[in-house]
């Protein structure tokens, strides 16, 4: 039996008609914050991305503890707005021997749950014995499965998400693909939240499918590593503008990350001139580049401050992530013109 489509379109129409009505704003409302910057909307697609060894999956790990908390916020300061959700995390890629338990344990110790015990609102399962081929519609009757018993709404984590299709750099799988996860938001009532790796020596996420998912997401949020310093970046957002939302760093005797205030580590003193100067960067820098030299004679002349402590802070700085004091961030990228082989410094 054929389905008549222009029906389908028909119906929906009429369900438009009647959600308009309601409180839709509650979707505008995030379901996970940090310090009240929105990081997950429900009934969205949402990406982290990071290249290898920036803790990507351990973020969106503590993402998921903030919703199993009891309390609805755990210690790295991850917050659940919404309350009855059920998290669904399927892993593709590590081994079931140490990897992902261990992985599953953090996620609960941070959760501030017991080891042994299987909360309710949190299911998790492995698809690496899963041919790839299946993974995708595996995916899809576990849910099915789920919503059956479960009325709740489910966050699904997918970690990795480029080992759901056959070929991420193919278009037609790419597109099957996002087509699937928002099948999955409307017949499930769920929100996706997915974790890709970018491309080695590129910010660009993996593949066609890496592009189709930006295109397609609420938020895309990048995680960096940079001399043992994990920042966390919201760099797109259909609900707000992009900033830097967190720092973090790998505690050796946590074996898990934790989240670090003032990570270029300045005193009292030195962070509200660490500010001053982030501020007067992005002033004078807005819609231009300079050269070093000239940035640090404007600074000087700005401050009265010596050449060898303003050196000294822009080098903290360089290409990592400064604010203008209105709430906007801004990555302070250096680089080398040919000509003269002078450091230049710009904001992207």
Not at 25 to 34: G, T, V
Not at 57 to 76: D, E, P, T
Not at 99 to 117: G, N, Q, Y
Not at 209 to 235: F, P, Y
């Amino acid at each position: 039996m054929s389905i008549d489509y222009l029906q389908v379109v028909l119906e929906m129409e009429a369900k438009l008609k009647q959600l308009k009505s309601m409180n839709v704003m509650l979707n505008h409302q995030p379901m996970i914050c940090l310090d009240g910057k929105g990081l997950i909307y429900p009934n969205t697609i949402g990406v982290i991305k990071g290249s290898d060894g920036s803790h990507k999956s351990r973020l969106a790990g503590q993402m998921a503890s903030a919703v199993i908390s009891r309390s609805g916020i755990i210690s790295q300061g991850f917050e659940c707005k919404h309350r009855d959700i059920q998290v669904v995390y399927f892993d593709t890629e590590r081994n079931m021997n140490y990897e992902f338990p261990m992985a599953i344990s953090r996620i609960l110790r941070d959760a501030k749950c017991k080891v042994t015990s299987n909360p309710n609102n949190f299911r998790y399962s492995s698809l690496v014995s899963v041919p790839r081929e299946h993974r995708a519609n595996t995916v899809r009757r576990y849910l099915g499965n789920l919503r059956k018993r479960n009325k709740k709404h489910i966050l699904i984590i997918l970690d990795v998400v480029s080992d759901l299709v056959q070929d991420f750099n193919n278009v037609s799988n790419s597109l099957d693909f996002i087509d699937l996860c928002n099948a999955l938001i409307n017949e499930f009532e769920c929100t996706c939240f997915v974790v890709i790796h970018q491309n080695p020596r590129s910010n660009k996420e993996r593949g066609h499918l890496g592009s189709e998912l930006r295109n397609k997401a609420s938020t895309v949020l990048q995680t960096e590593c940079d001399e043992g310093i994990v920042t966390l970046t919201i760099e797109k957002s259909r609900h707000s503008g992009p900033c830097v939302v967190g720092s973090f760093r790998f505690d050796e005797n946590k074996l898990d990350l934790v989240r670090i205030q003032n990570p270029h580590g300045f005193t009292s003193r030195q962070l509200d001139k660490s500010v001053k100067l982030q501020e007067k960067i992005c002033t004078i820098l807005i819609g231009r580049d300079m050269c070093r030299q000239d940035l640090i004679d404007a600074l000087k002349l700005a401050f009265g401050w010596s050449e060898a402590e303003i050196g000294s802070k822009l080098a903290k700085f360089k290409n990592g992530y400064i604010s203008d004091g209105s709430g906007n961030s801004f990555k302070l990228r250096c680089f080398r013109r040919p000509p003269d082989k002078k450091d230049y410094y710009e904001l992207i």
